[in-house]
């Protein structure tokens, strides 16, 4: 049974950073890659950043310069660091790891960008 739990979100002005975690339990953190994916309330769910197991990112056009995955797979964790953060980067987010035979996801954490 894979569990992926979120956490580091808050609330946080314009301009501000936050640290995103999330810890996976299980075996398959270190066979897959791994992301971010993010949903504010009446739009679709959107990828924001990806990982490979050997490190390679890639990054939605909106967050490129501003926000850093990266993974321990020693830790089964991955992270998002998301900094000069905008009121429009306000949405729930989620993180994924895509299999062939399923996508497992976590319940997502709050990431409020306000003044």
């Known amino acids: 049974q894979v569990q992926l739990v979120e956490s580091g979100g808050g609330l946080v002005q314009p301009g501000g950073s936050l640290r995103l975690s999330c810890a996976a339990s299980g075996t398959i953190f270190s066979i897959y890659p791994t992301g971010w994916y993010r949903q504010a309330p009446g739009k679709q769910r959107e990828l924001v950043a990806m990982i490979t197991r050997g490190g390679n990112t890639n990054y939605a056009d909106t967050v490129k310069g501003r926000f850093t995955i990266s993974r321990d797979n020693a830790k089964n964790t991955v992270y998002l660091q998301m900094n000069s953060l905008k009121p429009e980067d306000t949405a729930v987010y989620l993180c994924?790891?895509?299999?062939?035979?399923?996508?497992?996801w976590g319940q997502g954490t709050q990431v409020t960008v306000s003044s």
């Open positions: 994924l790891i895509p299999t062939p035979t399923r996508n497992y």
